[in-house]
């Protein structure tokens, strides 16, 4: 039973910053990896990211991507409903299908769509964006406690890992639940900084949850998405961490830290 | 009038209740607008509008059943005097929306929701109505003068560090293209906002616009071979609460067949998709959530 554990989510097709993520985490001791999926998108050649995946031994569950890849899906299903959301969604999606190969679709669907552990006697429960639907956005100002209690309770768990949102945080609920969002490490988590952040968790009589930012070689990641023609707003995302695209889905709280 | 049709119908389970919805204001608005499916007005006290008291009681039973988040409409939410001290208790609980016309948003107001919202974990969001490009279709609609009141409103919120969402119904010609969209982010822009964020919003052919306009055509019903689903639609995942019991939903609170009990654990049951509005709702995807 592993007591020190990384997890992270979005890679984005961010080859670059996976491999700077797992040297980091293996640097302060996690013991095991874990993607919570979304391996491609946005980012360029979103077949370096598998090699990546099986040197550090990320053990990975589907996220909506890998779901629409594996089922050849015409599109991402990301959940977004305003249409300047779905547009850049939509290049991103046909870029990424384009760009990968058909075996690895493949594989993306044999991957399990939710993975158990047990976490130092801890009940943990990761998905991609919440046990209930694969695209659904867990943000931190709109997921009340309550709500989250009762998902905890509905899906027997104690620790419950998510992604999907790009944003990372943690909700305590009482003595020995939690709810995490992991985070992403695909893209900066909108705050005006290049690195990307990925989730460490430490177990023990209490719980540590420490979100870890990790510079990578961001500019390199930039040239070769302008090689792919990949849209401006994404490559100056990964250069200022500020979001361009994806904005309107953000609640309140969350767009009032945006810059744009 | 809309009338229950014979033919079968879907019906719809509530696969979780995640959104509690207070008509707060009751049916009692400072507007009278023409396209109002509910036709608030300063005379229509259909529905009471809700106490602090009362809302509190079901904040209690919601959070028991892990509610997700809350939204408060009217009438108009901001002439209910305990609308602030409702807020506040509301967003101990989780994130909490206010739907207004803007009008009674002078800056006292804004500063006392900031405030609200700097407390809270939780998202205190405010949804704006806009019903055009300006004053021209907007007054038609709402009455002489209220649409630089509104935006007003709107800058207020704004000035005070809150950043509303715009809902625009269709009656905005070409709102729904993505160049009416884009062209409606510039006007926002105009007005000082530099984030501007905006929803659209389908019409419902009852209450006030059926005199407006017209009410639904009687082919404009669900019937046993529409293939419906309840992750899409809203009363798959959340009830309206007003003075008068639990409704599935906010467009159907004058409809006794759409009251589904008194209390929130009372009306967990399923619905039957028999109005006109749920066809709306069906065919064009409508949510009233933001």
């Not at chain 1, 491999?19 to 370096?48: N, Q, S, T, Y």
């Not at chain 1, 409903?81 to 969604?89: F, G, Q």
């Not at chain 2, 696969?15 to 005379?43: E, M």
């Not at chain 2, 109005?275 to 709306?280: A, E, G, I, L």
Request: glycine residues 8%; charged residues 25%; contains cysteine.
């Amino acid at each position: 039973m592993p007591e020190s554990i990384a997890v992270f989510g979005g890679v984005y097709s961010n080859y670059l910053a996976l491999e700077a993520v797992c040297r980091d985490a293996k640097g302060r001791g996690a013991e095991a990896l874990f993607c919570l999926g979304d391996l491609g998108a946005f980012g360029p050649h979103p077949d370096r990211v598998l090699p990546v995946l099986e040197r550090f031994q990320v053990a990975s569950i589907q996220g909506n991507y890998e779901e629409s890849l594996s089922q050849r899906h015409g599109d991402c299903n990301c959940g977004y409903t305003d249409p300047r959301d779905n547009h850049y969604a939509r290049i991103s999606y046909e870029y990424t299908s384009l760009k990968t190969s058909e075996t690895t679709k493949d594989w993306m669907g044999t991957l399990p769509t939710q993975r158990r552990l047990d976490f130092g006697g801890r009940r943990v429960l990761m998905a991609h964006g919440s046990p209930r639907r694969i695209n659904e956005f867990l943000w931190y100002s709109t997921s009340s406690a309550s709500f989250l209690s009762r998902m905890l309770g509905t899906h027997q768990s104690d620790l419950l890992l998510v992604t999907h949102t790009g944003l990372h945080w943690h909700r305590k609920l009482g003595e020995d639940r939690d709810v995490v969002n992991v985070g992403v490490i695909g893209r900066p988590p909108n705050n005006g900084r290049p690195e990307v952040t990925y989730t460490l968790l430490t177990s023990g009589r209490d719980l540590r949850v420490e979100f870890v930012p990790v510079a990578y070689d961001h500019t390199r990641l930039a040239r070769e998405m302008a090689e792919e023609k990949l849209p401006e707003e994404f490559i100056q995302t990964i250069l200022t961490g500020w979001w361009t695209t994806c904005l309107e889905i953000l609640p309140a709280k969350e767009r009032a830290l945006s810059r744009y | 009038m809309m009338e229950r049709q014979v033919r079968a119908c879907p019906t719809v389970p509530l696969i979780s209740l995640d959104t509690v919805w207070f008509q707060v204001a009751g049916t009692l608005c400072n507007l009278r607008c023409t396209h109002c499916f509910i036709a608030c007005s300063p005379r229509n006290h259909t529905h009471a509008m809700l106490s602090l008291e009362e809302v509190r009681r079901t904040l209690k039973e919601a959070a028991a059943l892990g509610v997700k988040e809350y939204y408060f409409t009217g009438g108009e939410p901001f002439m209910n005097r305990e609308i602030f001290p409702i807020l506040e208790a509301t967003l101990r609980l989780g994130p909490a929306t206010v739907l207004t016309n803007g009008l009674l948003l002078d800056p006292k107001r804004c500063a006392k929701l900031r405030a609200l919202d700097s407390g809270s974990d939780y998202s205190l969001d405010l949804r704006v109505s806009l019903d055009g490009w300006g004053p021209e279709d907007h007054d038609r609609i709402r009455g002489a003068g209220t649409f630089q009141r509104a935006v007003k409103g709107i800058q207020n919120l704004w000035e005070a560090g809150l950043n509303p969402v715009m809902t625009v119904t269709e009656l905005a010609v070409g709102i729904a293209s993505p160049e009416g969209r884009k062209r409606f982010l510039r006007t926002l822009r105009s007005f000082g906002l530099d984030k501007p964020r905006l929803k659209v919003l389908s019409l419902f052919r009852m209450g006030a616009e059926e005199n407006r306009d017209r009410g639904y055509y009687s082919w404009e019903r669900l019937t046993e071979s529409d293939v419906i689903d309840p992750e899409k639609l809203q009363c798959g995942s959340g009830r309206m609460v007003t003075s008068q019991g639990v409704f599935v939903c906010p467009l159907l609170i004058d409809h006794p067949e759409a009251r589904l009990g008194s209390t929130l654990s009372e009306s967990l049951r399923p619905f039957e998709l028999a109005f006109p509005s749920c066809y709306t709702c069906h065919v064009q995807g409508v949510t009233c959530r933001t």
